[in-house]
């Protein structure tokens, strides 16, 4: 470890606490429906949807409704995806006449954009078309992300409104999101990739002459604009097979940093936005100490494991850290903060292969996921998924002082409890039935490149990220069968919806009740004490579910690496 790694992870943490307070007003003003200084330029465009889909955005829905319309809504543009995919072969903008995708292959990728995971399966590169990557794929990059925000949103409202039926309007949600904030972002990010070097053209490839002489086809293409909204809305889906490791996606120390900043701003935003909605803006920022507690945890382990390298390696004369599988030009900080970040949040881009960090600084990055991405966590999902643990977390408060627990100022009763608890079940019961599957039938066990504890970790990885909504890899995996298909898309699916709907059903529940004022009797929940129970409940409730998993495979990766011994 070093100096100016540590420059690096501070710099990040500071720029990222500076950023809370002016993304979440903005996100705010989204929440409330107020205008904002682009609503002169979008408005009418705004309007002109409504008007054109028949949608009063003032109509506000109950919690059924807004489940219904968003779940459906999202179905539609899975079929679209789809239907994009196999007929790629006779749509225009494809010089090379790519084939369209396989029917296995195409429904997997289009589960995984609709549900915000983006795993791939194959190379975008050689596989996807100009306009399967910009229509059938880069739509979803902003829709899913608008949909984990509108969730968001509508769970806020339900702890702030008072003996109310509605939780708000889910298309006015999604519309006002994409046009005022992923949308505008995304243009001003995307130029700013372009300066830096990041292509973006319609020509699908250009003939290059090495400085050996040789020649070199490069394929390029719009890489600029679905970069931009693929780490803003914490997608992760990259261009090319590489991802954001590629020069062409991610070339310079300058674009990396930016990169993971743009991963985070929205999730640590929407913190604050939760405090101001609720009356309390300490109450977010609790949320985000206790976030901020886990992931420099997170951080200091995975640095720590990737800079202390490989036993192995050292004692064949190659000392230093590890740096297989990571770029020269990132080193081993950048390339640890970044797999953090990625894990940490929904996103699961990355500029470094995590197949290839050591076993117990692979394990951070499973870890992060499996706890379900609440450590900042994808835009909305992460704080969605962290209120339903801040329920359980003030339900076990009640329990040991005896009295009926509450949370800034709604009663949490039984049926609360148990939506969250089914919210949280989905996670690992998807990893760990799928995990079970695959690793004890034939199809299953021809996936992982490795054998032993290494091996299992890739198929655990795997369920674990498709679950997780993440789409980061192992990569040793070939997850491209019929099989893996299949398991991975229903994990997808389970992921992301049967979180969502839960979600919904508390904040339904929660806006029908009256506001209780905080008395002598009532649990703080913004200060030291809550941090620490919420980080408690979150690593007992997390952690302890997938200790066995863990243990049978990056723990033992491990002890196998300190005996000399590679899988």
């Known amino acids: 470890m070093t100096l100016q790694g540590w420059a690096l992870i501070a710099l990040f943490v500071v720029v990222l606490a500076l950023s809370a307070k002016p993304v979440g007003q903005w996100l705010f003003a989204l929440y409330e429906g107020r205008r904002t200084p682009l609503h002169r330029v979008l408005g009418p465009v705004e309007q002109g949807f409504y008007r054109l889909a028949g949608i009063d955005p003032d109509a506000e829905q109950d919690w059924r409704r807004y489940a219904l319309h968003l779940v459906l809504f999202n179905l539609v543009l899975l079929l679209f995806t789809y239907a994009v995919l196999r ?45 399967s990557q910009m229509l059938g794929l880069t739509l979803h990059n902003f829709l899913s992300a608008a949909t984990g925000i509108a969730v968001a949103f509508a769970l806020f409202r339900g702890f702030a409104r008072r003996e109310a039926k ?13 046009l005022y904030l992923l949308l505008p972002v995304s243009v001003v990010y995307a130029v700013f990739l ?13 003939d290059a002459t090495t400085l050996e002489g040789a020649r070199q086809t490069l394929i390029v293409g719009p890489v600029a604009s679905q970069e931009a909204i693929k780490m803003l809305g914490t997608n992760g889906g990259g261009f090319f097979n590489a991802n954001s490791a590629h020069p062409f996606e991610n070339p310079t120390a300058l674009t990396n940093l930016v990169q993971m900043l743009s991963i985070f701003a929205i999730g640590v935003g929407l913190t604050w936005t939760f405090g101001k909605a609720v009356g309390d803006t300490r109450q977010g920022w609790a949320i985000l100490g206790a976030m901020a507690v886990l992931f420099l945890a ?31 030009r990132f080193g081993i900080a950048a390339s640890a903060l970044f797999a953090v970040v990625t894990t940490a949040a929904s996103c699961g881009a ?3 292969m995590h197949d290839s960090f050591t076993p117990l600084g692979g394990l951070v990055p499973l870890f992060n996921i499996q706890l379900g991405e609440i450590v900042v966590g994808g835009v909305g999902a992460g704080i969605y998924g962290f209120l339903l643990f801040a329920i359980l977390s003030v339900f076990v408060a009640g329990l040991m002082v005896g009295r009926t627990p509450e949370y800034v100022g709604k009663k949490i009763e039984a049926r609360e409890v148990k939506l969250a608890v089914l919210a949280i079940a989905v996670l690992p019961l998807c990893i760990l039935g799928l995990t079970a599957v695959a690793s004890v039938t034939g199809a299953g066990l021809a996936g992982p490149l490795n054998r032993g504890p290494h091996g299992f970790a890739e198929i655990l990885y795997a369920f674990s990220s498709a679950a997780g909504n993440n789409g980061s890899a192992f990569a040793g995996l070939s997850a491209g069968t019929p099989f893996y298909n299949a398991l991975l898309g229903i994990a997808m699916w389970l992921g992301r919806f049967f979180v969502i709907v839960p979600a919904l059903a508390v904040a339904g529940s929660l806006a029908a009740k009256k506001h209780m004022p905080a008395g002598p009797g009532s649990f703080p929940t913004t200060g030291g004490l809550w941090v620490g129970l919420l980080v408690g409940v979150i690593l007992i409730l997390g952690g302890l579910t997938f200790l066995p998993g863990l243990a049978l495979g990056p723990v033992a990766d491990h002890l196998a690496m300190i005996r000399g011994q590679l899988f």
């Open 166 to 178: 509605s939780v708000g309007n889910v298309w006015a949600d999604i519309t006002r999101v994409t």
């Open 350 to 352: 990355v500029n470094a």
């Open 298 to 328: 997170g951080v200091t382990a995975a640095y720590w494991a990737e800079s202390n390298g490989n036993p192995v390696l050292h004692q064949l004369g190659v000392p230093g850290g590890n740096m297989e599988g990571k770029e020269t």
């Open 87 to 131: 007929l790629q072969g006779v749509l225009p903008m494809n010089p090379r006449g790519l084939p369209g995708l396989g029917s296995d292959g195409a429904m997997n990728t289009a589960i995984s954009f609709t549900t915000n995971t983006n795993w791939q399966w194959y190379s975008g590169e050689a596989a996807l078309s100009n306009l």
């Open 194 to 206: 372009i300066a830096s070097g990041v292509p973006q053209t319609f020509a699908t490839a250009i």
